[in-house]
């Protein structure tokens, strides 16, 4: 492993647990994948509140619309085996459809191209008031018209994927989710995915947790509610260790995959745009596509009522990035976004040496947290409470064992000043300075707060 990526895995940790206590978030799981293996797997938080568990990473995580990556695959699998062509009509397997449901292929329903409802005329699963749809409401849905034209634009529907769920079905004679374990999870060692819930008697699983308004407290919300015929869309139910190994999978580099090489390509190459969009976003066939800085990336996000999940496969460098949270309100995206751009930054910064490595660790004032995070050439001083916490960070010059200087900062800042640390009588550093402000660990600073600030 290179000394970049290395360093780069051990920030990571530091700066999501900041994160989580800024958040107030429950529970967070995160991995990392490197050439296919996990070289990062970390658990943040509660598997409960109501409970206090402690989370783990072998904690099973509802991961929502990833699903629609595993029907993909299973898809491309099927049609390796040809047993099916993408531009086949779905009526073609499945009969009862709007005919122009039936004439919809699979390619557009993988694509969110086929025109199909999102989530039907009661959408009230996605609020916990109803079941998920089994196949008789489905197939009721499937019975009206598409709500558009197909291949007029990219819209989302669970609904297609839950008809491309019967199409396995129908070209299998299995069920979606035991053809799915049997081809892709069994053979691949995904042992911590499952297609839907149940889970196994004893399997370690979150609970779910709402926003904390209006309430003004989270509200439990278990997410272990069976999707049935909709698990093809969201059902899946993965720690986030197997979760970024299967995505690593798909990368058409990988060494190791369910898929050939070409089907990989076919699934993570653009075919829509997401209109409407602050952020450019592409979508190939059951992956989302964009980038974070200059590093592309495919992969897939999830929302369930129980937490947020995404998964990003960075192209061309053999990573994986998952973050799984148990609430609603789980910046997931945002903090894989976040490890990506700390992963960019030591790659393109270098490890520290052994002239700056002293200068590390959290540090805290009245006004602000800092990270000292060094690097080959200097130290950064990043902001963990920032999504980017490296973006625009000032920069120390080492110019002795203890000294230095900062050689870059904003306008506002102290560019040009003094940077010290000072040592206690073991030699460890219990002190920063920068530009004349003393920065202290965590359990100094608390104690000069209610030394300072007594009630």
């Known amino acids: 492993m290179a000394s970049w990526l290395k360093a780069a895995l051990d920030y990571v940790p530091a700066w999501i647990e900041h994160q989580m206590a800024l958040t107030e978030q429950p529970g967070c799981a995160i991995a990392i994948t490197h050439k296919g293996k996990v070289v990062l797997e970390r658990a943040f938080g509660i598997a409960s509140e109501r409970t206090g568990e402690k989370l783990t990473p072998r904690h099973r995580f509802r991961i929502a619309s990833h699903s629609k990556t595993f029907t993909a695959a299973a898809i491309m699998l099927l049609r390796e085996d040809g047993r099916l062509s993408l531009d086949d009509p779905a009526g073609l397997y499945v009969e009862g459809l709007h005919p122009d449901v039936a004439a919809a292929t699979l390619e557009q329903l993988l694509s969110h191209s086929s025109g199909l409802i999102r989530d039907g005329g009661d959408a009230g699963q996605w609020q916990n008031e109803r079941p998920f749809l089994d196949e008789a409401d489905l197939r009721r849905d499937l019975a009206a018209a598409p709500v558009i034209a197909a291949s007029t634009r990219f819209k989302y529907s669970n609904h297609a994927f839950g008809l491309l769920g019967l199409v396995i079905e129908a070209v299998t004679g299995e069920t979606y989710g035991d053809f799915v374990t049997r081809a892709i999870l069994k053979p691949h060692r995904l042992t911590e995915i499952t297609p839907d819930m149940p889970l196994p008697a004893g399997t370690p699983f979150v609970t779910g947790h709402g926003r904390k308004l209006p309430l003004g407290r989270r509200p439990i919300v278990p997410g272990d509610n069976p999707t049935h015929a909709l698990a093809a869309a969201t059902g899946f139910v993965a720690s986030a260790g197997h979760l970024a190994r299967f995505f690593a999978s798909l990368d058409p580099a990988a060494a190791s995959s369910p898929l050939t090489p070409s089907s990989r390509r076919d699934m993570t190459r653009r075919q829509w745009s997401l209109p409407h969009m602050a952020d450019a976003t592409d979508y190939g066939l059951g992956v989302s596509r964009s980038k974070v800085g200059d590093w592309s990336w495919f992969g897939h996000g999830g929302a369930f009522q129980s937490g947020l999940s995404t998964t990003m496969v960075i192209e061309g460098r053999d990573l994986a990035v998952c973050v799984l949270t148990n609430a609603i309100d789980g910046p997931a995206a945002e903090w ?67 000294k230095g200087f900062v050689r870059l900062a904003g306008g506002y800042d102290i560019h040009g000043e003094g940077a010290a640390l000072r040592r206690d009588g073991k030699g460890a550093v219990a002190e920063v300075v920068l530009g004349g402000s003393r920065l202290l660990r965590e359990a100094a600073m608390k104690r000069f707060l209610k030394r300072r600030f007594p009630d």
């Open 336 to 402: 894989a976004a976040g490890i990506v751009h700390i992963l960019q930054t030591f790659e393109q910064r270098g490890a520290a040496t052994a002239r700056t490595r002293d200068w590390s660790g959290r540090w805290w004032s009245l006004w602000h947290t800092a990270d000292l995070v060094p690097v080959a050439d200097g130290v950064l001083v990043a902001d963990p409470a920032l999504l980017r916490p490296l973006d625009h960070a000032a920069e120390i010059a080492v110019t002795g064992r203890d």
